[in-house]
């Protein structure tokens, strides 16, 4: 077999494995994809459950923790997508003990009597809930701003 013949072979077939290689592992686009369609998930929780009765805000919580597990087993590779899927961990975390805090408060109104302890209890769980609401409203605003940069970031060419 002639040296010419051996890199002609050689030649193609090493082609055809690095290309395979590569066409294996993920590029930014995919990841993006990944981390959106998860995110997009958990806005989607928010959005539909606005405003809800205390059983599914409790709910609602629950569903968010189960949101951030799945941000954060994206297994991503791009540095900046992990910095991105940091951030919507943290969002996302805090965005549940938000709600699930509400969610309490609003339940223990329910259970309060038509008594002075009863209007105590009431008024501190009016100063929970508005706290909560305050908490979720910053959470939101960082999470656009967030979903902002990361469109942008992964809009960008590679």
């Not at 799945?70 to 899927?85: A, H």
Request: charge should be positive; include cysteine.
């Amino acid at each position: 077999m002639s040296v010419l013949h051996k890199y002609t072979f050689i030649a193609p077939v090493s082609l055809s494995i690095a290309l395979f290689i590569t066409s294996c592992t993920e590029n930014k686009v995919s990841q993006c994809q990944r981390l959106i369609r998860v995110v997009n998930t958990g806005t989607s929780l928010i959005d539909k459950n606005k405003g809800t009765q205390v059983i599914t805000s409790i709910q609602l919580s629950k569903d968010l923790e189960f949101v951030t597990k799945s941000i954060r087993e994206l297994n991503l590779t791009d540095p900046k997508l992990k910095e991105f899927q940091s951030g919507f961990v943290k969002i996302f975390e805090n965005l549940s003990q938000a709600i699930a805090k509400a969610a309490r408060a609003l339940g223990a109104t329910k259970t309060a009597e038509a008594s002075v302890s009863g209007r105590e209890k009431i008024q501190k769980a009016r100063i929970e809930i508005d706290s909560a609401l305050t908490t979720a409203t910053t959470i939101g605003k960082q999470s656009d701003t967030l979903v902002n940069e990361m469109n942008k970031y992964c809009s960008q060419p590679e």
